[in-house]
Structures are given as structure tokens and as C-alpha cells.
């Protein structure tokens, strides 16, 4: 198994950036991808992006796409670099990992995170 904590939300202008990041621990030394989510109050889970265990391929939704960046720092970090926020994109944002090779499918992540707030003010 491996656990997930992310950091980096808070509150941020129209138009500014965030930086979130996910911390990855346990079994670690497996190959994972990972995976960026987001819920806004009242909506469906979201997916945003994800990064496959060797930062070889990506995957961006297109409501970000452009705006936002996955990356691996390392094997047990990944970042989601957030540009040009909107106060659309305000929601609780969510890391998700599992097991595979490659990229895989958007809705099959089996861990993740307790989430981070983002809020974007108008």
C-alpha cells in the first residue's frame, strides 16, 4: 500500500498561481502512477492530470490543460504547478496513486490523499 499527503492550497487571486504537492510513503519502490482530482461543493469528483511512474507519458483534462503541469520531483513527490487560476477552479484537491505501468484509465486510482483546500477569489 502507500499513503499520500498533500500540501501547498490556499487562497490565491484570479489569475495567480499554487503549487500543490504529494507526499508519497509505503511501498514506494513499486511503479505507481499518480494522479491529480478535484471536488467542488455540490460536483462529481474531477479528474485533472496524471503522470505515469516514470514521468515518461501525462494525461491533462481539458478544462486544464495548458494551465496546469504534473510532474515527478521524485519518486515519492509529484507536483500539480497551477497558472492562470480561475474561481471556477476552486474546489478540495485530491493526489491519487495505483499500481501500473502506464497511464491506464482516469477512474481507477485504488489511494489517496485527504485533500487540500484551493480557493480562487474573483
Known amino acids: 500500500q502507500v499513503q499520500l499527503v498533500e500540501s501547498g492550497g490556499g487562497l490565491v487571486q484570479a489569475g495567480g498561481s499554487l503549487r500543490l504537492s504529494c507526499a508519497a510513503s509505503?511501498?514506494?519502490?513499486?511503479?505507481?502512477?499518480m494522479a491529480w482530482f478535484r471536488q467542488a461543493p455540490g460536483k462529481e469528483r474531477e479528474f485533472l492530470a496524471a503522470v505515469s511512474w516514470n514521468a515518461a507519458s501525462t494525461d491533462y483534462a481539458d478544462s486544464v490543460k495548458g494551465r496546469f503541469t504534473i510532474s515527478r520531483a521524485n519518486a515519492k513527490n509529484t507536483v500539480l504547478q497551477m497558472n492562470s487560476l480561475k474561481p471556477e477552479d476552486t474546489a478540495v484537491y485530491y493526489c491519487a496513486a495505483k499500481y501500473r505501468l502506464g497511464l491506464g484509465a482516469r477512474d481507477d486510482f485504488d489511494y489517496w490523499g485527504q485533500g487540500t483546500q484551493v480557493t480562487v477569489s474573483s
Open positions: 509505503g511501498q514506494t519502490f513499486r511503479p505507481y502512477t
